[in-house]
Protein backbone atom coordinates (compact mmCIF):
# COMPACT_ATOMS: atom_id res chain seq x y z
CA UNK A 1 0.00 0.00 0.00
CA UNK A 2 1.17 3.16 -0.87
CA UNK A 3 1.53 5.63 2.17
CA UNK A 4 0.10 9.85 1.08
CA UNK A 5 2.82 11.67 0.27
CA UNK A 6 3.99 15.16 2.07
CA UNK A 7 2.52 18.20 0.01
CA UNK A 8 5.04 19.65 -2.44
CA UNK A 9 4.22 22.93 -2.95
CA UNK A 10 4.04 26.41 -0.79
CA UNK A 11 0.24 26.57 -1.64
CA UNK A 12 -0.26 23.33 -0.69
CA UNK A 13 2.16 23.62 2.84
CA UNK A 14 -0.32 26.49 4.10
CA UNK A 15 -3.25 23.92 3.61
CA UNK A 16 -1.47 20.90 5.11
CA UNK A 17 -3.38 20.36 8.67
CA UNK A 18 -3.22 17.10 10.76
CA UNK A 19 -5.73 15.90 13.74
CA UNK A 20 -4.20 12.75 15.40
CA UNK A 21 -0.04 12.60 15.18
CA UNK A 22 1.20 9.27 16.67
CA UNK A 23 4.94 9.35 17.08
CA UNK A 24 7.11 6.06 17.42
CA UNK A 25 10.58 5.67 17.90
CA UNK A 26 13.91 4.59 20.33
CA UNK A 27 15.55 7.00 22.46
CA UNK A 28 16.65 9.43 20.05
CA UNK A 29 12.96 9.93 19.17
CA UNK A 30 12.04 10.34 23.30
CA UNK A 31 15.15 12.58 24.33
CA UNK A 32 15.98 11.14 27.75
CA UNK A 33 17.11 13.82 30.75
CA UNK A 34 16.18 16.52 28.06
CA UNK A 35 14.20 18.80 30.94
CA UNK A 36 11.21 18.74 31.40
CA UNK A 37 9.77 15.30 31.13
CA UNK A 38 6.26 14.74 29.54
CA UNK A 39 3.69 14.60 32.37
CA UNK A 40 1.83 11.14 32.62
CA UNK A 41 4.49 8.94 30.71
CA UNK A 42 6.18 5.69 31.58
CA UNK A 43 9.28 7.34 33.49
CA UNK A 44 11.35 4.37 32.04
CA UNK A 45 10.71 5.40 28.55
CA UNK A 46 12.53 8.99 29.34
CA UNK A 47 10.32 10.90 27.04
CA UNK A 48 10.91 14.55 26.95
CA UNK A 49 8.08 17.27 26.73
CA UNK A 50 10.85 18.76 24.49
CA UNK A 51 11.95 16.33 22.46
CA UNK A 52 11.39 16.78 18.20
CA UNK A 53 7.75 14.81 18.09
CA UNK A 54 6.35 17.16 20.35
CA UNK A 55 7.75 20.47 18.78
CA UNK A 56 6.45 19.42 15.80
CA UNK A 57 2.99 18.44 17.62
CA UNK A 58 3.02 22.40 19.09
CA UNK A 59 4.01 23.92 16.04
CA UNK A 60 1.37 21.88 13.71
CA UNK A 61 -1.67 22.02 16.49
CA UNK A 62 -3.09 18.88 16.44
CA UNK A 63 -5.85 18.03 18.21
CA UNK A 64 -4.39 15.05 19.44
CA UNK A 65 -0.99 13.97 19.89
CA UNK A 66 0.54 10.52 21.38
CA UNK A 67 4.05 9.68 21.94
CA UNK A 68 4.40 6.17 22.13
CA UNK A 69 8.29 6.62 21.59
CA UNK A 70 10.52 4.96 24.47
CA UNK A 71 14.20 4.70 25.16
CA UNK A 72 15.75 1.66 23.99
CA UNK A 73 13.39 0.07 21.80
CA UNK A 74 14.21 -1.95 19.25
CA UNK A 75 11.69 -2.89 16.45
CA UNK A 76 10.17 -5.68 18.19
CA UNK A 77 8.99 -3.23 20.56
CA UNK A 78 6.66 -1.78 18.25
CA UNK A 79 4.88 -4.75 18.32
CA UNK A 80 5.35 -6.35 21.66
CA UNK A 81 5.09 -5.04 25.15
CA UNK A 82 8.91 -3.41 25.87
CA UNK A 83 9.96 -3.30 29.85
CA UNK A 84 8.29 -5.87 30.94
CA UNK A 85 9.99 -6.40 34.29
CA UNK A 86 6.93 -4.54 36.20
CA UNK A 87 4.07 -3.74 34.39
CA UNK A 88 3.95 -3.72 30.40
CA UNK A 89 4.91 -0.66 28.16
CA UNK A 90 2.70 -1.39 25.67
CA UNK A 91 3.22 -1.88 21.99
CA UNK A 92 3.77 1.32 20.12
CA UNK A 93 1.87 0.24 17.31
CA UNK A 94 -0.77 0.45 19.69
CA UNK A 95 -1.19 3.61 19.44
CA UNK A 96 -1.91 3.58 15.76
CA UNK A 97 -5.81 3.66 14.94
CA UNK A 98 -7.51 4.26 11.56
CA UNK A 99 -8.01 7.82 12.04
CA UNK A 100 -4.37 8.44 12.67
CA UNK A 101 -3.32 10.64 9.89
CA UNK A 102 0.36 11.86 11.01
CA UNK A 103 2.75 8.98 12.16
CA UNK A 104 6.54 9.57 12.47
CA UNK A 105 8.98 6.52 13.10
CA UNK A 106 12.65 6.70 14.39
CA UNK A 107 14.01 3.35 15.05
CA UNK A 108 16.89 0.85 13.80
CA UNK A 109 19.78 2.47 15.81
CA UNK A 110 19.26 -0.33 18.94
CA UNK A 111 18.60 -2.57 16.33
CA UNK A 112 22.05 -2.81 14.80
CA UNK A 113 23.55 -2.51 18.64
CA UNK A 114 25.03 1.07 18.00
CA UNK A 115 25.37 1.59 21.69
CA UNK A 116 27.49 -1.82 22.33
CA UNK A 117 29.00 -1.02 19.54
CA UNK A 118 30.25 2.43 20.12
CA UNK A 119 31.37 1.00 23.89
CA UNK A 120 33.33 -1.41 22.65
CA UNK A 121 35.08 0.35 20.14
CA UNK A 122 35.89 2.62 23.14
CA UNK A 123 37.55 0.19 25.05
CA UNK A 124 39.63 -0.73 21.96
CA UNK A 125 40.30 2.54 21.72
CA UNK A 126 42.31 2.76 24.74
CA UNK A 127 45.14 -0.04 23.52
CA UNK A 128 45.42 1.79 20.08
CA UNK A 129 44.29 5.50 19.58
CA UNK A 130 45.50 6.10 16.71
CA UNK A 131 45.03 3.01 14.78
CA UNK A 132 41.53 1.60 13.64
CA UNK A 133 41.16 -1.38 15.96
CA UNK A 134 37.28 -1.11 15.90
CA UNK A 135 37.53 -1.80 12.33
CA UNK A 136 39.51 -4.27 12.43
CA UNK A 137 37.52 -6.19 14.79
CA UNK A 138 34.39 -5.81 13.29
CA UNK A 139 35.38 -5.69 9.19
CA UNK A 140 32.37 -6.08 7.10
CA UNK A 141 29.84 -7.37 10.09
CA UNK A 142 28.50 -3.87 10.69
CA UNK A 143 27.33 -3.50 6.69
CA UNK A 144 25.82 -6.77 6.84
CA UNK A 145 23.62 -6.25 10.11
CA UNK A 146 22.30 -3.16 8.42
CA UNK A 147 21.41 -5.47 5.38
CA UNK A 148 19.66 -7.83 7.50
CA UNK A 149 17.72 -5.07 8.48
CA UNK A 150 15.89 -4.06 5.25
CA UNK A 151 13.02 -6.90 5.99
CA UNK A 152 12.58 -5.84 9.65
CA UNK A 153 12.44 -1.89 8.96
CA UNK A 154 10.38 -2.23 5.86
CA UNK A 155 7.97 -4.15 8.02
CA UNK A 156 7.53 -1.16 10.19
CA UNK A 157 5.87 1.11 7.22
CA UNK A 158 4.14 -2.12 5.97
CA UNK A 159 1.90 -2.43 9.26
CA UNK A 160 1.36 0.97 9.62
CA UNK A 161 0.24 1.47 6.35
CA UNK A 162 -2.13 -1.47 7.94
CA UNK A 163 -3.21 0.15 11.19
CA UNK A 164 -3.97 3.66 9.31
CA UNK A 165 -3.94 3.61 5.75
CA UNK A 166 -4.85 7.18 5.46
CA UNK A 167 -1.75 8.97 7.02
CA UNK A 168 1.29 10.35 5.96
CA UNK A 169 4.31 8.52 7.32
CA UNK A 170 7.45 10.26 7.78
CA UNK A 171 10.87 7.86 8.63
CA UNK A 172 13.12 9.72 10.21
CA UNK A 173 16.65 9.18 10.04
CA UNK A 174 19.56 10.02 13.32
CA UNK A 175 21.60 12.96 13.38
CA UNK A 176 25.79 12.46 12.84
CA UNK A 177 27.37 11.57 16.28
CA UNK A 178 30.99 11.51 14.93
CA UNK A 179 32.57 14.03 12.61
CA UNK A 180 33.40 12.42 9.12
CA UNK A 181 37.25 11.60 9.89
CA UNK A 182 39.98 11.95 13.13
CA UNK A 183 37.42 12.67 15.83
CA UNK A 184 38.22 14.36 19.43
CA UNK A 185 40.12 11.31 21.54
CA UNK A 186 40.00 10.90 25.07
CA UNK A 187 37.03 12.92 24.41
CA UNK A 188 35.21 10.90 22.60
CA UNK A 189 37.16 8.17 23.04
CA UNK A 190 37.07 6.10 19.45
CA UNK A 191 40.61 5.64 17.38
CA UNK A 192 41.35 7.85 15.02
CA UNK A 193 40.93 5.83 12.33
CA UNK A 194 37.75 3.98 13.44
CA UNK A 195 35.84 7.11 13.43
CA UNK A 196 35.27 7.53 10.00
CA UNK A 197 34.85 4.02 10.06
CA UNK A 198 31.90 4.19 12.60
CA UNK A 199 30.64 7.58 10.65
CA UNK A 200 30.24 5.60 7.45
CA UNK A 201 28.51 3.06 9.08
CA UNK A 202 25.65 5.29 10.37
CA UNK A 203 26.09 7.32 7.28
CA UNK A 204 24.76 3.24 5.54
CA UNK A 205 22.09 2.94 8.51
CA UNK A 206 20.41 6.06 7.70
CA UNK A 207 20.67 5.41 4.03
CA UNK A 208 19.02 2.33 4.38
CA UNK A 209 15.91 3.62 6.42
CA UNK A 210 15.86 6.17 3.94
CA UNK A 211 15.71 3.71 1.18
CA UNK A 212 13.22 1.69 2.94
CA UNK A 213 11.05 4.44 3.54
CA UNK A 214 11.01 5.81 0.10
CA UNK A 215 9.86 2.85 -1.29
CA UNK A 216 7.22 2.23 0.81
CA UNK A 217 5.83 5.28 0.06
CA UNK A 218 6.38 7.43 3.56
CA UNK A 219 8.52 10.92 3.66
CA UNK A 220 12.31 10.61 4.90
CA UNK A 221 13.39 13.28 6.92
CA UNK A 222 17.32 13.38 6.48
CA UNK A 223 18.83 15.32 9.28
CA UNK A 224 22.46 13.61 9.30
CA UNK A 225 23.79 17.64 8.84
CA UNK A 226 27.50 17.66 9.67
CA UNK A 227 29.36 19.93 11.75
CA UNK A 228 27.54 18.96 14.86
CA UNK A 229 28.53 15.98 16.00
CA UNK A 230 29.64 14.93 19.59
CA UNK A 231 33.44 16.75 18.70
CA UNK A 232 31.67 20.40 18.07
CA UNK A 233 31.42 23.10 21.26
CA UNK A 234 29.06 22.53 23.28
CA UNK A 235 27.28 25.55 22.14
CA UNK A 236 27.41 23.64 18.34
CA UNK A 237 26.81 20.18 19.16
CA UNK A 238 23.36 18.15 18.31
CA UNK A 239 24.13 14.85 20.14
CA UNK A 240 26.33 14.81 22.96
CA UNK A 241 29.66 12.80 23.98
CA UNK A 242 30.14 10.54 26.54
CA UNK A 243 30.06 13.74 29.62
CA UNK A 244 27.40 15.78 27.94
CA UNK A 245 27.84 19.27 28.24
CA UNK A 246 24.23 20.19 28.03
CA UNK A 247 21.47 18.86 29.60
CA UNK A 248 20.72 15.82 27.91
CA UNK A 249 21.85 11.80 27.63
CA UNK A 250 24.91 10.78 26.82
CA UNK A 251 25.68 10.26 23.26
CA UNK A 252 21.90 11.38 22.69
CA UNK A 253 20.18 14.55 20.94
CA UNK A 254 20.30 17.50 23.29
CA UNK A 255 17.35 20.65 23.27
CA UNK A 256 19.38 22.30 20.51
CA UNK A 257 19.22 18.86 18.35
CA UNK A 258 15.84 18.11 18.92
CA UNK A 259 14.57 21.33 17.32
CA UNK A 260 16.88 21.12 14.32
CA UNK A 261 15.06 17.73 14.14
CA UNK A 262 11.33 19.31 14.40
CA UNK A 263 12.53 22.14 12.12
CA UNK A 264 13.23 19.18 9.17
CA UNK A 265 10.32 17.58 10.17
CA UNK A 266 7.94 20.38 9.58
CA UNK A 267 9.65 20.89 6.47
CA UNK A 268 9.63 17.12 5.49
CA UNK A 269 5.17 17.88 5.74
CA UNK A 270 5.49 21.47 3.60
CA UNK A 271 5.25 23.06 7.03
CA UNK A 272 7.17 26.34 7.48
CA UNK A 273 8.35 26.52 10.86
Keep these: MCLAAAPAS ?147 YTEIAERSPGATVVGVGYLQILPERRGCWPEAPIARGDVAYLDGVQTSLNQMIAEESRAAGAVFVDVLERGHDVCQSSSRRWVEGLVPENTAAPVHPNEAGMEAVAERLLAGVGVQS
Excluded at 32 to 46: M, N, Q, T
Design 10 to 156: AETAEAASFDHYVALGDSFTSGPLIPPYAPGSDPRCLRSSSNYARLAADALGVAEFTDASCSGAVIRDLREPQHTDLTDVPPQFDALTPETDLVTVGIGGNDLGFTDILMQCAKRSLRNPFGSPCADHYGDELDQRIEDLRDDVSGV
